[in-house]
């Protein structure tokens, strides 16, 4: 038996706050999780599976939520993001992505065979995307090849910034640029609508954001891409090329939906989140750790720099395993070991009271070694 | 709560017999289910993890199990037929298939935009692929555009046939055509070595065969191909372009590990598995119910052709839907609703006991609607 270790930690992995199962997902891991039974009663692909309700959930409480017309099950964001850019591509032409980008986003503009152009980031300490550098960028890269794809990461996954994603879409408008927006971090934790944005492509990650197990994304898009993202096989007359015909087929779709009430209520807190993050970068910031990245912080995903934890990490017995071995001494799971002077953590879903314990736990840290030196 | 309505039946779908978690599996279904919970750890790729041992499972017990160099996680059995497709494909190019290729291999290949040349099959009843007609059909490709790949399906989800895939796999290597074996419906559930074979790529399912959550699949090669299909990102370094970085970053692949010992010991028992089979097929002939595909048969998956059970359905109550609805008050699962005339099923796993029960089940059924007519 693989034991996991920090399962009962308070977790401040970005990766994972968002994804922690509810108790109705544990229950449809366990029902569901036999191989292929999701398929029951298969009527030819996973999206019309009517019993377990795959078809409603997908064919209108999931893009009621997500506001698009259409929208589809993926094995994860990354996946959806290489869907709609391999039906996109076309020879030499570009994609264009902001520079705050997923490396999964350019590694899928690689692997459809399209080239990149980069949307640059300001510098320290806010690193954001300005929206109309989206103009620039198409406009000169026009004068190369065909931009047939822009991409905004809303937010981020290293600083938490949100760039102006509505100014983008008018902007990829203008151009006739279709806009694909990569809410992993975005979708099931705010509120998000695809219309209300005015882009053509939203795409979330399930294990990410959504209370699921993965991997698991969703697609969602306009309707006038239906027709060419999800042309179906010539000689398969109802199956979906880009997406090889199903692809979520097993339990992950199921904690996806089990979880889906829990997920709709929670992003009606999203403020209260925002809050929380806040004050705890606040908190961090009078320990004299510096907190990067847009300034008052709109998201849980906050990036760190502290010299003050560098400093420990020179002359400390752990070197800079030090800080990684004090929070796990506190059941405190998430900065990866070795980091002290540039951290990333996620206050997404912490109580209050789990916050001012995580804030105690640097205090208490810093003190520590502070007395030590 | 969604409850699967069918999980104490006996069960013999054949996407789902080869599938059923093992008790270990569900136990890590439950500690893993978490979104991202297996990158607790993560040194940058989902193989390089080493707490869980992702690592040692995916770099020595998976290639030694299927007798390959090298072994990647996939998100199942035809996302690695796309990943091989996609890499090796060229303008204008063909890959050979078997004519009782899975759809989705059919789909792999249109993804990959590679035309298609197929291998016939001989008619009713044995449907088989002869292995010297690959020798025919690739030298005929050949002379409308290069032959960049040959797939064989060993078996077939259809007939559950065995093609002589050693013969197939020499000729390939004559023609200098790399191949692909599909052994979906054959790793995990009997004796398979790629180095024994002689062929270049192995594909295998974990939801089908493999007592694993879905969707998770595996794909094996020779070393030769790894820098081509396991090419890496040019901007980052350490990611493959074709797994878009990680593949089952999630349960799914913590159950496949933790099915991994039930699953090598139990391959060793595929004689008593064919036995079954046969066993099975032999009772269904005697009560008019015949077997097509190859005979004796050499898996557990079988294809039926009924005449009786076809006649009962033009008259009986619930027309088309009569035999699901007596099997189903049998509580035995998996032949699809409506099918009386021709259906597949899989004795894969069931005791004696239970393939005596299915095969008396059939019987009465037979006796009731005899004496009704």
Same sequence: chains 1, 2.
Wanted: glycine share 8%; with cysteine; proline share 4%.
């Amino acid at each position: 038996m693989f034991e996991r270790k920090v399962k009962n930690f308070i977790n401040v992995d970005p990766l994972q706050t968002g994804g922690k199962l509810t108790e109705e997902a544990k229950k449809a891991l366990v029902e569901w999780g036999d191989g292929y039974s999701v398929c029951d009663y298969c009527s030819g692909r996973l999206e019309e599976i009517k019993n377990p309700p795959i078809y409603d959930f997908v064919h209108s409480e999931l893009p009621e939520f997500i506001g698009c017309d259409v929208a589809r099950i993926t094995t994860g964001a990354r996946e959806a993001k290489y869907i709609v850019m391999n039906s996109l591509a076309k020879k030499d032409a570009y994609v264009v992505l902001d520079a705050n980008a997923h490396y999964s986003s350019y590694i899928a503009a690689e692997r459809a065979k399209l080239k990149i152009a980069e949307v640059p980031k300001t510098g320290e300490p806010e690193y954001k995307i300005q929206a109309e550098r989206y103009a620039e960028v198409i406009e000169e890269t026009k004068k190369y090849g065909e931009v047939v794809l822009a991409l905004v990461t809303y937010p981020d996954g290293n600083y938490g910034n949100l760039p102006d994603v509505l100014k983008i879409a008018k902007i990829c408008e203008e151009y006739d640029v279709p806009l694909l927006v990569n809410g992993a971090y975005a979708v099931g934790r705010m509120p998000m609508n695809l219309k209300k944005i005015g882009a053509d492509f939203i795409v979330a990650s399930g294990h990410k954001s959504m209370a699921a197990c993965g991997p698991i994304g969703v697609l969602g898009m306009k309707e006038e891409w239906e027709s060419l993202v999800l042309r179906k096989s010539e000689k398969f007359k109802n199956k979906e090329v880009e997406l090889l015909g199903c692809t979520a087929r097993g339990a992950s779709i199921l904690t996806l939906m089990a979880s889906f009430p829990h997920v709709v209520e929670r992003v009606k807190r999203w403020d209260e989140e925002v809050k929380k993050a806040r004050y705890f970068s606040e908190k961090m910031e009078s320990l004299g750790i510096k907190q990067l990245g847009e300034k008052p912080h709109n998201h849980d995903l906050m990036f760190f720099y502290s010299e003050v934890l560098y400093e420990i990490s020179k002359k400390a017995k752990d070197g800079r395993y030090f800080l990684y071995k004090e929070l796990t001494q506190r059941k405190i799971h998430g900065i990866k070991p070795g980091l002290t002077r540039f951290f990333k953590l996620s206050t997404y879903g912490l109580s209050w009271e789990e916050l001012k314990y995580v804030l105690s736990a640097f205090e208490s840290i810093i003190e520590k070694y502070k007395k030590d030196g």
